[in-house]
């Protein structure tokens, strides 16, 4: 992005903020990538010129996502501009973004993301002011132009918020107790070189009391360290590495801009819907906030029903929503919605409205050490089988075809036509390599309607539902800038506890030679592999 880029598109946010920008009190921040210095710069002098009253920066630009949204709910200002491209790779070459929160913390609906980019297509001119930098490395409250600026400490109000909902004491007595065969509970925490890492560090070694060879890659560079921000078994090799080769307990990752997390302990890794589906399940035993009650749960559409398995044993209500973060956030804002979850390794709760990959962490921290409080030795894979024993495990995976330069809007036409023909529903389809088969129930393109505001998202993905419980999702997907990346989700469920230790790509097998034989995919994009399997 250049700087005129960054002009135009700030000045498209600035002029679509509900009510107009005049007067407004607005909150910056960012994941620490390459541009960013640059464009918060820009940021002050349009925001000066356009009446905006005051701006609330975190220190040197840094705030998480998560950590944006709860400055935005706390300072109760009109809404942020978060500097990221998510988990997406940094640097010169590669991607940066801009995106604007609400008042209530969450991304900007779709009225409003509708509106930025309208008036992208049309603007002629944008209004800055003549304003010297602003150093952005010292804290405090300065006079710039006419406009306010604050520059606060980008770790404190978050950590204060974590600390009101989870029992940092009854973490630290489990850190402190030898369960594990007279050992006590060993840690690794790994920010990927992004934002999270001066979190990860206030949280792991100034508050629970870890030393430093708890946490690694926790300072954030511009270009990520040249390594790919995203918490996943992949891209968060070292970790996983590390974990196994130390024997570690309970290991963990979050993404560039720290939304996501992923869960992973020696021989244990953990998959974001079994995730969500588990804090859910401990969320009253394990953390004080739920202590009042869970109000409800949700998950994303591709995302497993694992989770609508435990909110159907406590009764709760459970919406499934299309992808994206903003459809919670109407959930939440009624009072109907308490956690919820992406199979993306999205997870978070009503205490903001972003998914929050240190919150999940440290929820799991507190469902071990409430384990253990219960039943000493519990780790990580015991957690995993207890939940299975309960409610049944729904194999899960999901396979990223990223960069795709040809076939990718072929795949999902060819798999509209299969649909579309009277004779779908009710075949069956065969694996290629055993006699497992599947026979179709239902095939369609999702469609949402929010029960908040009756507003509807068509187009949300292509599923198949099969007659034994089966599932199989395509979406065209990501906010990477290069090709196209195909998605496609597999899931089947099993209450036979024979099967539960199972690897999930042995389990899922039949299921993924079915899906990819009836999408041609390899054949249409020619991709003998995915990018990456989750």
Known sequence: ???????????????????????????????????????????????AANGVKKILIGENTILSTPAASALIRSRKTDGGILLTASHNPGGPDNDFGIKFNCDNGGPAPEDVTNNIYEITKTLKQYKTMDLPDLDLSKKGTFTHGPLEVEVVDSVE??????????????????????????????????????????????????????????????????????SHPDPNLTYAHELVQAVEDRGVIFGAASDGDGDRNMIYGAGAFVTPSDSVAIIADWAERAIPYFKGGIKGL??????????????????????????????????????????????SFGTGSDHIRE???????????????AANKETPGQDINHILVEHYRKYGRNFFSRYDYEEVETGAEEVMAHLSNQFASP????????????????????ADDFSYTDPIDGSVSKNQGLYIKFTDGSRVVFRLSGTGSQGATIR??????????????????EGLQPLIEVALKLSKLTELTKREKPTVIT
């Not at 940092?168 to 509970?185: E, N, V």
């Not at 926790?218 to 270009?223: A, S, Y």
């Not at 998914?355 to 469902?367: E, P, Q, R």
Request: proline share 6%.
């Open 1 to 47: 992005m250049t700087s005129y880029h960054a002009q135009n598109f700030v000045q498209a946010i600035l002029s679509a903020v509900p009510g107009g920008p005049a007067g407004k009190t607005l909150v910056v921040g960012g994941d620490g990538r390459y541009f960013s210095p640059e464009a918060s710069q820009i940021i002050l002098r349009l925001s």
């Open 157 to 226: 109000n978050y950590v204060h918020l974590l600390s009101s909902i989870f029992d940092f004491d009854m973490i630290k007595s489990y850190l402190r107790s030898t369960p594990y065969g007279g050992k006590s509970p060993t840690v690794l925490f790994d920010a990927l070189n992004g934002v999270t890492g001066p979190y990860g560090k206030a949280i792991f070694c100034d508050v629970l009391g870890l030393d430093e060879s708890a946490i690694q890659n926790c300072v954030p560079k511009p270009d990520f360290g040249g």
């Open 298 to 343: 949700a998950r994303s559409m591709p995302t497993s029903e694992a989770i609508d398995r435990v909110a159907h044993a406590k009764g709760l209500e459970v919406f499934e929503v299309p992808t994206g973060w903003k459809f919670f956030g109407n959930l939440m804002d009624a009072g109907r919605l308490s956690i919820c979850g992406e199979e």
């Open 355 to 369: 998914k929050d990959g240190l919150w999940a962490i440290v929820a799991w921290l507190s469902i071990l050490a």
């Open 423 to 442: 004779d779908f529903v009710g075949s069956t389809l065969k694996a290629t390599t055993s006699d497992v088969s599947f026979t179709v129930k239902e």
């Open 488 to 505: 496609m989700y597999v899931e089947k469920y099993s209450n036979n506890p024979d099967e539960y230790p199972k690897p999930a790509a």
